[in-house]
């Protein structure tokens, strides 16, 4: 290996520039040259690439988003899109890619090194924590931590005017922002795929909480809902009692944003150094993570399997503590 390329790609995630960072001065300490691909895999086949040393990437450490920017790109869904990827890859003589991202990013990480076998590793930056390889994902900690904080304000409303917050988090596929914020925040409850709460039961959740002189209620709603999303199951409850001054806030991207916290600060860093010195001992066409505080190496067709089954004590713990 003596020169690669990093990008990120898919939703930004807080953590992403640590791991670009760690990325480039881990190739930099073992003698490796290191370009940048811009707009993630548009980039790739667009060849948007510069070349990055230790002074680029300084000062980035703590700074949310991601440097190389990041895009959606249906050139790299076709076999001509990757195709032409892979010529720009061969041109400027890269020996090695790291890709930063989650689902989509792997998705087509594993389509890539199926067809043209270039070596190729992935590191895990989502905000969903739903990969399966490691017990979380590059930016998971931040954006749990923002909704923490958005929700310990909204309560300080809900309980001065007695009211039903319905809080509307990320999570299209799996609930686990909503499940560790529902916990974290003493959410009434958490609406989730996993959890199966139906609205009646809702309802019936919220009537034993008024019996047990509940003046305020938070539910945390994740946007995958199956019965809807924070709008539909607060209009649902409206159409079935009156007894709630119901209002509603959709936290949207404000989960994106943000300094990355220590943890992700320290997992990212990590990370990013096992995927370099993996690209040097040919472990690649897979995802680093880390489980029970180790490094692993996790094959792009199990990372990303959503590990749903994993939340199951969240929804038992939610359950208990939201009486």
């Known amino acids: 290996m003596k020169k690669i390329a990093v990008l990120t790609s898919g939703g930004d995630s807080p953590g992403m520039n640590a ?10 300490f073992h003698d490796i040259e290191v370009i940048g691909v811009f707009q993630g895999y548009q980039g790739l086949v667009d060849g948007d690439f510069k070349r990055l040393n230790v002074r680029s990437v300084a000062k980035i450490l703590g700074r949310g988003g991601t440097i190389l920017k990041s895009a959606r790109c249906e050139a790299f869904l076709t076999v001509e899109g990757r195709a032409k990827a892979y010529d720009n890859l061969q041109k400027n003589k890269i020996d090695g890619l790291v890709v930063i991202g989650g689902n989509g990013t792997f998705t087509g990480a594993l389509k890539f090194y199926n067809e043209f076998k270039f070596p190729i590793i992935g590191l895990p930056g989502t905000i969903d924590n739903d990969l399966d390889g490691t017990d979380y994902t590059i930016g998971f900690d931040t954006a749990t931590n923002n909704v923490v904080d958005a929700v310990d304000k909204i309560r300080d409303t809900a309980d001065s ?10 999570g299209r596929h799996n609930g686990f922002i909503a499940l560790s914020t529902g916990i974290a925040t003493g959410a009434i409850a958490v609406m989730t795929p996993e959890t199966g709460i139906t609205v009646d039961g809702l309802v019936q959740v919220l009537a034993e909480g008024q019996k047990s002189n509940k003046t ?3 539910v945390i709603v994740a946007e995958g809902n199956p019965s809807g999303g924070a709008y539909k199951l607060a209009q649902e409850v409206m ?3 009156d007894e709630y001054d119901i209002r509603i806030t ?8 943000g300094s990355p916290s220590c943890s992700d600060r320290v997992l990212a860093s990590r990370l990013g150094v096992e995927a370099v010195e993996s690209l040097l001992t040919g472990a690649v066409n897979g995802m680093v993570g880390v489980v029970n505080d180790s490094l692993v190496h996790t094959p792009f067709e199990k990372a990303i399997t959503n590990k749903i089954d994993t939340l199951k004590d969240e929804v038992r713990i939610a359950r208990i503590l939201s009486i």
């Open 161 to 170: 005017h007695n009211r039903l917050f319905f809080v509307e988090v990320m």
């Open 216 to 218: 305020s209620s938070i």
């Open 19 to 28: 791991a670009i960072r760690a990325v480039v001065r881990s190739a930099v």
């Open 250 to 257: 959709v936290l949207g991207h404000l989960q994106r944003g």
């Open 239 to 241: 159409q079935r009692t």
